[in-house]
């Protein structure tokens, strides 16, 4: 009897495991079929021996096709690196590029049939990208050895027109394994205009600005003083230069520190951090139904000198290029952004556009960022194009060169275009970024005026 109930008793454990092996095999196979099949050294199914949908850029240039059975990218060697991280290069190894994020629609996997339903029943797509590729090219080659990242969109629409990220490589001279340990290669899979976020230095004043709009009811008709450096609770705040009596208007055209940082301080660590939040900062924020790196803004722990340098746009803030595109987007649509996109006639599950600023907050910083251009930088940066912006110099640690900021948009709305560029290490953002965002935007207005993006 003992032995049979023993018996009885191994013969529920093998087939309890034998179906929780099923059971297991069923839920890895249902979220992970995708990425097996497009995993690096799977690479050659999802390459040569499926028919994958056709990815052409906004004027109907082919990105890439499907040539004799194989991938056939762009011939332009300049193009097909600047498209990189938009397109991917076929493996999962960029997984926001356009060929991972629609690979079921493109390649038509599906996990019944793998790759292989009959071509019959091929359901593959054709993506039209919003891209200008031959903009990204320029673009792209602006940045020399530089790495970062360079966004432009249609704050109308919510067309994306250039979006590139450096470091990149030719999708058929990828690095080999030990050049991926070179430096100049850091990063490289990563689309840093989506998956990465940076310290911003000054373009963060455009926030601490806004809250101040926000809570303080005669921000605008105060006078700030600044003498180059303030002591706060026996810590020092510095500014670039000694600018004197300075209103609000001034001091972010002359993008002056201590008085944004007496802003900061004023407003309090509770204060400016619900109002960073309803900026977005801290929340998740998408992309093509993508998240993309969190913004983030957090004076838990900060001194008083802490959070003054935090309203300054240092300290532990981090903000990423696509967010800094929309928070332009709403800035240009009195408050309201338009979710920025990359395809056309493909639903991204994209959320409804929602209200990061008040419309008078908007209206306000939108005048004071065209003083800013026409008064400081000057309008023969767009090449006379009316513009409104704010560059940024992030420091980041001692001994380093600082990253480059400018973000902006057209005050026109015939020509509705919002961007945002970083240089990584680039040092002052006017020098730095502002060539690279300067050529993109007279690139994209000549575009806009022969019809090109209609
Ligand atoms: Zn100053």
Known sequence: MKIVKLRSLMLYII????????????????????????????????????VGGKITDVNGLVLV?????????????????????????????????????????????NPVTGFGAPKIFNMNKNIKLTIDSRVCSEVSKSFKDYKGAAL??????????CMVSLPTYDVYKRPSAQELQDERYNGVYINRAISSSFTPGSIFKIFTTAAGLDLIPDIESRTFDCNKIKIVDGEKVTCMSSHGH??????MAKSCDIVFSDIGIELGKEKMKSKMEEFGFNRPQYFEGMEIAQ??????????????WSAIGQYHDKVNPMYMLKVMG????????????????????????????????????KEMMRYTVKNHYGDSLFGGIP???????????????????IVGFSYDKTFPIAFSVIVENGDFGIKSAGPIASSMIKDLYSGFKSNKYA
């Open 15 to 50: 087939i309890f495991a034998f179906f929780t092996g099923i059971a297991f095999f069923i839920y890895e196979f249902v979220t992970q079929a995708q990425s097996w099949a497009f995993s690096p050294v799977n690479r050659h199914l999802a390459e040569n021996s499926i």
């Open 65 to 109: 096709e499907n040539v004799n059975g194989k991938r056939a990218y762009n011939e332009d060697e300049d193009i097909r690196k600047a498209v990189l991280h938009t397109v991917g290069d076929g493996s999962v190894l960029i997984p926001t590029s356009i060929q991972s994020r629609y690979s079921k629609e493109i390649f038509g996997y």
């Open 152 to 161: 432009a969109y249609n704050y109308i629409t919510g067309d994306v027109l």
């Open 246 to 251: 300075i209103n609000l208007k001034n001091a």
């Open 295 to 308: 913004s983030e803004y957090d004076v838990k722990d900060a001194s008083q000198a802490d959070l003054g």
């Open 330 to 365: 709403a800035i240009a649509n009195a408050g309201v952004p338009v979710e920025p996109r990359i395809t056309k006639h493909i639903s991204s599950g994209a959320l409804p556009n929602t209200r990061l600023m008040r419309p008078s907050t908007a209206e306000k910083l």
């Open 387 to 405: 513009m409104c912006a704010k560059t940024g110099t992030a420091e980041v640690g001692e001994g380093k060169v600082p990253h480059g900021w």
